[in-house]
């Protein structure tokens, strides 16, 4: 039978927000969760995305170039809509060690802003995606995932940290997940005043 990603990665997912407050928010019922084909097989670039289905405050429409766009819709494998996209590359995720998996993964959903709303979280300053420090904000998702292994997690939802991509394919003949297209904003008619 084929390794599921997706199911795998979403029961991860669920008990990191289980499990850590400071992720508690998260409803991840509204985060589509899948991954895309890394483009070439090296270990750096891209190892997840989060792409937010919302503008600033939850919005579904915003201003780019004055202009106004609206957000795409996404609707996960269940029917849902969702207000987050979280991509892994495969199987350059899977060239990496343990716990800079789980870093990754933490990393990705420290993103979601507090509010659940579509939107990411905001720190002050230029840089509102990570903060004055990307490798802040990176040490502050170790820290995250630390905690939560130092809780005892199932030792099944190890599997998608620990395995090796080639182990998944020996084991289970193919890894399958959903697939979602890259999701592009809609402009909508007439451009601002001013």
Not at 122 to 134: F, I, K, M, T
Request: with cysteine.
């Amino acid at each position: 039978m084929p390794f599921d990603f997706t199911a795998a990665m979403e029961r991860l997912c669920r008990d990191l927000c289980a499990r850590i407050d400071e992720l508690s928010h998260i409803d991840m019922s509204r985060v589509a969760v899948g991954y895309r084909q890394a483009r070439r097989r090296v270990t750096h670039g891209l190892q997840a995305s989060l792409t937010p289905l919302r503008f600033e405050g939850g919005a579904e429409w915003g201003m780019i170039r004055r202009r106004r766009y609206a957000c795409p819709r996404v609707v996960d494998r269940y029917g849902r809509e969702c207000l987050y996209l979280l991509n892994f590359y495969l199987p350059r995720f899977f060239d990496h060690p343990f716990e800079e998996r789980l870093t990754t993964v933490v990393h990705e959903l420290w993103h979601i802003g507090p509010q659940m709303d579509g939107d990411l979280r905001r720190h002050e300053g230029r840089c509102y995606a990570h903060g004055p420090s990307q490798k802040g904000f990176d040490e502050q998702a170790a820290r995250l995932g630390r905690r939560w292994l130092a809780g005892d997690p199932p030792p099944d939802l190890l599997t998608v940290l620990e395995a090796s991509f080639a182990d998944l394919l020996a084991e289970h003949g193919a890894v399958v997940g959903s697939r979602f297209a890259t999701p592009k904003m809609a402009p909508l008619s007439g451009r601002a005043a001013g």
